[in-house]
């Protein structure tokens, strides 16, 4: 099963992938932007875009999750990973569910000054600031549309390990369909 952790940048969707990734017989963290950053080796000297936007890195993904799938054999595969294109995520669940594959798709949502503290401070991935700042109002016109690929989780106001626990239950809801196990 694929937990696609989805939302803005600065939401948290790493730091809950590592939370959930350090549970006992947790779930592998699958990072599909390192097949961009592949991929953008190629194809730099000639278009310097969003990555996103290559038809080829976005069936690299699905291959790269199908393998994931396959190799956890019954297990979890978390991937935490903004896509706030509404058809490019769900043109990603739709083609990893017609591979037989179970996604379960998340997306976490926070109050967009929140987002902008969190992204000024970001000490991490502070080069990406502007980057990230421009996407805020991107996200905020895909949200709703987002939302209905599967549960919105909202982590304003809300402690980290109350975020963890609902995303946990939804995960352990989703393996009770399926008998699978994180």
Do not use: C
Not at 96 to 107: E, K, Y
Request: avoid cysteine.
């Amino acid at each position: 099963m694929i937990v696609w952790i989805n939302g803005p940048f600065g939401v948290g969707k790493t730091t809950l992938a590592k939370a959930l990734a350090v549970r006992p017989g947790g779930p592998r963290v699958v990072d599909p932007e390192r097949v961009g950053d592949v991929l953008k080796w190629f194809v730099w000297p000639v278009w310097r875009g969003d990555f996103q936007l290559l038809r080829a890195w976005r069936l690299a993904v699905v291959v790269e999750l199908a393998l994931a799938d396959r190799l956890r054999r019954g297990g979890t595969v978390l991937v935490p990973l903004s896509v706030l294109r509404p058809s490019f995520a769900r043109a990603f669940v739709t083609r990893l569910r017609r591979l037989g594959i179970s996604v379960v798709h998340i997306t976490l949502d926070a109050d967009p000054a929140i987002l902008r503290h969190r992204i000024a401070n970001d000490q991490v991935e502070a080069q990406a600031a502007d980057w990230r700042l421009k996407h805020i109002d991107v996200y905020l016109a895909a949200r709703d549309e987002l939302a209905t690929l599967g549960p919105l989780v909202r982590t304003h106001g809300r402690t980290a390990t109350e975020v963890l626990s609902e995303v946990e239950d939804l995960i352990a809801h989703a393996q009770a369909h399926l008998g699978r196990q994180l």
